[in-house]
């Protein structure tokens, strides 16, 4: 048995995304460099940088050209407790 998590557009507003889009060039983008790059290496193993980056490509595309979709399914609950400390992270680096 499988858990997969619903998440509504409410749902995924509340996650605030955003902040990350906003800030990924910044921290985590082929340009960053510096302390905020550094301290991004040192926070997420490459495993979580590439979930990251996938999820940064699918936030992108939500926020600046289709709009946040009225359903997410998230198969794996290590991914939503992933993407939050994510945002965490790049809200207090931004």
Same mark, same amino acid.
């Given at each position: 048995?499988?858990?997969?998590?619903?998440?509504?557009?409410?749902?995924?507003?509340?996650?605030?995304?955003?902040?990350?889009?906003? =800030?990924? $060039? #910044?921290?985590?983008?082929?340009?960053?460099?510096? %302390?905020?790059? +550094?301290? /991004? !290496?040192?926070?997420?193993? =490459?495993? $979580? #940088?590439?979930?990251?980056?996938?999820?940064?490509? %699918?936030?992108? +595309?939500? /926020? !600046?050209?289709?709009?946040?979709?009225?359903?997410?399914?998230?198969?794996?609950?290590?991914?939503?407790?992933?993407?939050?400390?994510?945002?965490?992270?790049?809200?207090?680096?931004?």
């Amino acid at each position: 048995m499988r858990l997969v998590l619903e998440y509504s557009r409410e749902d995924l507003d509340n996650l605030q995304y955003p902040i990350m889009v906003e =800030s990924w $060039e #910044r921290v985590a983008g082929a340009g960053a460099g510096g %302390k905020q790059r +550094r301290e /991004y !290496l040192l926070e997420f193993n =490459s495993i $979580e #940088r590439n979930t990251l980056q996938r999820y940064y490509r %699918k936030f992108h +595309r939500w /926020y !600046l050209v289709s709009g946040t979709p009225e359903k997410f399914v998230f198969r794996k609950l290590e991914t939503i407790q992933l993407l939050k400390r994510a945002i965490s992270f790049f809200a207090v680096a931004y």
